[in-house]
Every structure is written in structure tokens, then in C-alpha cells.
């Protein structure tokens, strides 16, 4: 399988040329894990039964769904909050 995330090229010194990785983008921190050659995504971190996206394995270690435009919605929230409370006290 492909992964959704797409490739980078990364340069290793220990090689003569640039290597192609294969990369997602966890659901949940939406951090850019590599994937390395042969390995399949599911080997590297999980797939989240909730959110249905890959996920790294610190994300798939924490056993729960924690999708990352939650967490922005969740930040944003938070910043209107603040937002309204400070007119308030005008
Ligand atoms: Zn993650
Ligand atoms: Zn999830």
C-alpha cells in the first residue's frame, strides 16, 4: 500500500544518493512520521479504529482518539473564550 502522506527525500551520508521515504501524517499530532523501506504503516504506528487515520506510535501508544482538528477546534475554543471575557471586563 502507498501511503497517503506522500514522499520525501531525505539525504543519508552513509549513502551516494538521496533516499525516497515514504511518509504520512499522524491523525492525531499531525506529525510526519517516515516510513521505512518494507515497512508498512501499521508496523510503524496504527490505524485509529475511531478517526479511521494513521497514526504515529507515540499517538497509537495513548489508545485513544485524540484527531488533530479536534484539538484545534479545542484551542480555538479556548481563544474565544479568553477573547470575550477580556471584553467583558472593559
Ligand atoms: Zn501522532
Ligand atoms: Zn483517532
Known amino acids: 500500500m502507498r501511503s ?4 520525501i527525500i531525505t539525504t543519508d551520508p552513509a549513502l551516494p544518493s538521496p533516499v525516497e521515504r515514504d511518509t504520512f501524517t499522524c491523525g492525531h499530532c499531525n506529525g510526519i512520521v517516515m516510513v521505512q523501506p518494507k515497512q508498512r504503516p501499521e508496523d510503524i504506528g496504527g490505524m485509529c479504529k475511531q478517526c479511521m487515520k494513521l497514526t504515529c506510535p507515540r499517538c497509537t501508544g495513548s489508545g ?4 488533530f482538528m479536534e484539538k484545534l477546534k479545542r484551542v ?12 467583558a471586563c472593559r
Do not use: L, Q
Not at 485513544?64 to 484527531?67: E, L, Q, T, V
Not at 480555538?76 to 471584553?87: K, L
Open 4 to 7: 497517503p502522506g506522500g514522499v
Open 64 to 67: 485513544r482518539c485524540d484527531p
Open 76 to 87: 480555538e475554543a479556548r481563544y474565544h473564550a479568553r477573547r470575550s471575557y477580556a471584553d
